[in-house]
Each structure stands twice: as structure tokens, then as C-alpha cells.
């Protein structure tokens, strides 16, 4: 009766956590780590096999689809774990193998970088060397509004964003996946310094032509 009292307890106390929010569901599963989706890749190197030791995609399934051995589920694994996994199932086709995996995922990196443009990154990366993939940001990117987008709306932005890159979030921490954008905002323009400065410039003519009566 007592296990089931604190089993019961148990079950309470996740569903107000639920209810409260303490426990958001998309929280809880960026402390698990994300699973795969189509269009991640991974970068494998299996130890004195050159065929197992390239670039793959992910299949729907999702899945890896590998040379000679074929598909290999995904299905459940977090991006994180992926070298363990893959370990376990080489294991059945080969003896002992040494392997080395790193998911990478396919990110936009746009505005105020050196150099935009697509890049797969490892999603055990921090998401400011992310930013140095594209060659860092520019003398007039505003990194303190940078901003992730998904699809046509907002994934992370704000004071919100900013705790996470201080406490240095990887790119699996903040739950991102292939064809997300990374966003380096440009410096507003000073308008009201510009007017003055033409303001200036038409007066000096102005007064000119006072002075002199022309």
C-alpha cells in the first residue's frame, strides 16, 4: 500500500507540475534532446572502413541509410545520443567497431553575418560558434536582438534567448531542427542625426545668401 501511495503522489505531483506549467511539454523534451527529423545529417566515421565514414542524410522513418549495411531506425534516439546508437547497431554487422557520429543540422544564418547563407552545424554546438561558422557577425549587426525563426513566425527572440546564449545553449538545447533561421538584426540607422545633418547642409547656403543678400 505504500508504494502505491507514493507511486499515486507521484502522479499528482506531474500533473500539477503539468497544470502549473513548471513542466512545459516543450521543455521536457529539450531536457531529453531532440529526435531526428528528415534533413538532419550525420557525419560518421566507423574506424578502418572508409565506405561507413562519410556524410549521411535522414530518411523518412526517420532513419540512416548506410552503404551495404542499410537502413538504420532513428526512431527514438535523441540527436545527442546518436554515437551510442549507431555503435550498438554496427555492432551487429561488424566486430567491435570504433565509431564516431555527430548529427548535424541544417540552419540559415542570415542578416548581419560575414558570410550568410545554409550551414550543418552539430547539434551539440553552441549556438554563438553557430554564428562564427558564418564568420561572425558584422560591425553593424545588433547580436542583442538576434532571433531564430521558423516557418513564417518566431521560434526564440528577447531576454528569453539571451539568458539561454549566456548560459551557452547549444543548438539541441533550443530544440532546432533543418531549415530553421538564425537572425543577426543590422544597427537602426540614426534618422533624427540624418535630418539634422541635412537640415544643416540647407542652411549654410541659406544664411550665405542672408549675409550677403544675394
Known amino acids: 500500500m505504500g508504494v502505491l501511495r507514493v507511486k499515486h503522489q507521484r502522479q499528482w505531483l506531474t500533473l500539477l507540475a503539468l497544470v502549473a506549467g513548471a513542466v512545459h511539454p516543450a521543455a521536457a523534451q529539450r531536457q531529453q534532446g531532440q529526435g531526428f527529423q528528415v534533413g538532419d545529417r550525420v557525419l560518421l566515421s566507423v574506424e578502418g572502413d572508409s565506405v561507413l565514414s562519410d556524410t549521411f542524410s535522414v530518411i523518412a522513418g526517420p532513419a540512416l541509410r548506410l552503404p551495404i549495411v542499410g537502413d538504420i531506425s532513428l526512431a527514438g534516439v535523441p540527436r545527442t545520443d546518436v554515437e ?68 513564417g513566425g518566431r521560434l526564440w527572440g528577447g531576454a528569453g534567448l539571451q539568458e539561454r546564449i549566456a548560459r551557452g545553449a547549444t543548438v539541441d538545447d533550443l530544440g532546432l531542427r533543418a531549415g530553421d533561421r538564425v537572425v543577426v ?30
Open 185 to 214: 538584426p543590422r544597427q537602426p540607422r540614426d534618422i533624427e542625426g540624418t535630418v539634422r545633418l541635412i537640415g544643416g547642409l540647407v542652411a549654410i547656403p541659406v544664411a550665405y545668401c542672408l549675409i550677403t543678400r544675394c
Open 84 to 151: 551510442a546508437h549507431l555503435t550498438r547497431a554496427l555492432g551487429r554487422f561488424l566486430n567491435s567497431p570504433v565509431v564516431r557520429a555527430r548529427a548535424l543540422i541544417r540552419l540559415s544564418v542570415l542578416g548581419e553575418v560575414t558570410h550568410p547563407g545554409f550551414y550543418a552545424v552539430p547539434a551539440d554546438l553552441v549556438l554563438v560558434d553557430a554564428l562564427m561558422a558564418a564568420g561572425g557577425p558584422t560591425s553593424e549587426a545588433r547580436v542583442e536582438r538576434l532571433r531564430i525563426e521558423r516557418g
